[in-house]
């Protein structure tokens, strides 16, 4: 009886994390990113005798500016520019995007330089921390699915060799997931390259530029998965080994 409810949770548990973790791996919103450039906003102007001020509309500026969106994912990034209210910034990403769009891919490309500086250094470091989280992506999301696929072949025959063939998939799987979205952290708020391109664009294009950042449902979705993924993995390797134990 606490092998079947075990077996219950354990499945349970394994569902929602190939769930989750396809989820992560297929909606391109990591990143969700917002640029602008502030250099011709109104400041204040030295007004000689015979000078009319003329209302700008500052209001209308301060409330609804021209925007650059960036949102990436494994295989997409994508940017766009829009007029938005500042207080609709989730509503906007989900419900009010405009159809017209730049996408490129981006599972080998960091987040989007000039072209000026592709070939720098610290570029082709990027390029390598890049490719490494997309191989530790893949290979999570490949052991996840593989140990769905040896799990589901096990319920029928209660094999206990595929059980704790599936559940050390599944550990496999939650291990890659955690180093891809730990990367991830450290690309955001360690590395430098947020910053390079940040000063670049202040430097090279506007002094005012601006860029805020914050991750996206795709990340939040990453611990999730492997919460649960490690979660299972344990549960199928302990009922793998209670049924050798019963086998013997």
């Known amino acids: 009886m606490k092998l079947h409810v075990a077996l219950f949770f354990a499945g349970l548990f394994g569902a929602l994390a190939t769930l989750f973790i396809l989820l992560s791996f297929g909606t391109d919103y990591w990143l969700l990113a917002s640029e602008t450039c502030n250099s011709h906003s109104n400041g204040p102007v030295t007004l000689q005798q015979g000078d009319i001020m003329v209302n ?35 509503k906007f990403w989900f419900e009010n995007q405009p159809h017209a769009r730049e996408c490129k891919p981006a599972y080998l490309l960091p987040f989007p330089f000039p072209d000026q500086i592709y070939n720098t250094t610290s570029y082709q470091t990027a390029i390598i921390y890049r490719g490494f989280w997309s191989v530790s992506m893949l290979l999570g999301v490949a052991a ?17 060799r595929l059980y704790k063939a599936g559940g050390g998939l599944y550990l496999i799987s939650g291990f890659f997931l955690l180093v891809v979205t730990v990367m991830y952290v450290f690309w955001l708020d360690i590395l430098d390259v947020i910053s390079s391109y940040k000063e670049y ?35 199928f390797l302990v009922i793998g080994r209670t049924g050798q134990h019963h086998y013997n």
């Not at 209001?59 to 994912?73: I, K, L, P, R, V």
């Not at 699915?145 to 206990?160: E, L, M, Q, S, Y």
């Not at 090279?204 to 990453?222: Q, R, T, V």
Request: charged fraction near 15%.
């Open 56 to 90: 700008r509309g500052q209001d209308q500026f301060s409330e609804d500016q021209n925007f650059t969106f960036h949102h990436e994912g494994f295989f997409w990034r994508c940017s766009f520019n829009e007029i938005m209210n500042n207080d609709d910034l989730w």
């Open 144 to 160: 996840v699915v593989a140990g769905g696929f040896i799990i589901i072949c096990a319920a029928p025959f209660a094999n206990h």
């Open 201 to 235: 664009q202040k430097t090279n294009k506007c002094p005012d530029f601006e860029l805020s950042m914050s991750y996206g449902l795709s990340f939040m979705f990453a611990p999730v998965g492997v919460f649960f993924c490690l979660l299972s993995g344990l549960l």
